[in-house]
């Protein structure tokens, strides 16, 4: 018998050359909190500066930073634009972050909101005094209220469109998905497999990985892994080293995912400090990740396509599949966890 030995690809692979690319949602989560003592004073400005602009003794890392880095890749990504600080500060801190935004092509702003602002103002529909941390803790008609003021603030403020939104903490639930509905938003982002079941309270009877419809709207999962056995993470740039993040990414491609959703936040780059005047540092570690992320997916872009909630909008939702699990690998784990290590150390 002659033995016949086939070189190439596996006959199981042979089509992914001709697979349309897999569409990768950048997320940021731009937001400010008000560590300063004088914020008030101020009108959050000291921290905006910090949480938002990245403004360290280095130079600024954060919106203009991230959006130059993007565009100079020519890669896209979803700014999540925190707006209820606006009610409390005023509406033209959130009009730049808006102009910012939009200054730099193929970057798109949609909603983000964290309740917590609520106790420095009364919003209609809600009772005196009441605050609360997620949106879950909220009826349907107060968070129908509370979605209504801050897509009145983003609107105000430039964004003709709101197509997507996260809450704050990732704290919603399906009434959350109703009030989205019922204020004309369609695509919900505050669905994380890996936040704590306290926070996300959406009522999955199995790990969403694709978008599907929930409550009235599509429910879009940021994406997660497995980085140890029992135990999953997300996709977030400084809690994924590069190694995670690209095993994770070409994994999802070769199983045929049509998204993969990755988190990130203004203040990403830089390390924040609560004391003094709450100024921050470069953080190099993540300014590498992020760094090593866009040459990957400008250098593949026959396989990664970055896109905004538009592509959403473009029918690809019926055709997905149920999205099997990405696996990580023990060494890449071990890796990024002597990585943050170090970078804690070196504070």
Not at 144 to 149: D, K, P
Not at 187 to 206: K, M, Q, R, V
Not at 249 to 276: D, M, P
Not at 280 to 309: H, I, Q, S
Request: charged share 20%; hydrophobic share 40%; glycine share 8%.
């Amino acid at each position: 018998m002659q033995l016949k030995i086939a070189f190439g690809p596996p006959a199981n692979t042979m089509h992914l050359r001709d697979r349309k690319p897999l569409q990768v949602l950048i997320t940021v989560d731009t937001e400010a909190w008000p560590y300063r003592a004088a914020w008030r004073d101020e009108q959050l400005a000291g921290d905006i500066q910090r949480d938002i602009y990245g403004a360290t003794p280095e130079g600024e890392f954060g919106l203009e930073f991230q959006c130059g880095m993007l565009r100079d890749h020519g890669l896209k990504a979803v700014f999540f634009v925190e707006t209820l600080f606006a009610s409390v500060v005023g509406l033209q801190p959130l009009r730049r972050i808006v102009e910012t935004v939009g200054s730099y092509q193929g970057q798109t702003v949609e909603l983000h909101a964290h309740p917590e602002w609520t106790r420095h103002f009364p919003p209609a529909g809600l009772l005196a005094g009441q605050c609360y941390q997620h949106f879950h803790q909220f009826a349907v008609e107060q968070q129908t209220a509370l979605l209504g003021v801050a897509s009145k603030n983003l609107k105000d403020s430039g964004v003709a469109k709101i197509r997507g939104f996260r809450a704050g903490n990732y704290g919603a639930n399906l009434d959350t998905c109703r009030a989205l509905a019922a204020v004309g938003i369609p695509f919900d982002f505050s669905y994380d497999a890996a936040f704590p079941a306290s926070c996300c309270l959406l009522p999955l009877a199995a790990r969403l990985s694709q978008p599907a419809p929930l409550g009235g709207v599509i429910e879009v999962p940021t994406s997660v892994f497995e980085d140890y056995p029992g135990h999953i993470r997300h996709a977030q740039l400084c809690g994924s080293s590069f190694a995670e993040m690209r095993r994770a990414l070409n994994q999802a491609w070769r199983l045929g995912w049509s998204y993969f959703v990755i988190l990130s936040h203004s203040f990403e780059l830089i390390k924040r400090s609560r004391r003094g005047d709450c100024r921050g540092r470069l953080n190099p570690m993540a300014l590498g990740r992020m760094e090593k992320l866009c040459r990957f997916l400008k250098a593949e872009n026959d396989r990664f396509e970055t896109v905004g909630c538009e592509s959403l909008e473009q029918g690809r939702l019926c055709t997905l599949a149920a999205g099997a699990p990405l696996r990580g690998l023990w060494w890449n784990t071990a890796v990024r966890c002597a990585e943050q290590a170090w970078g804690r150390l070196s504070r």
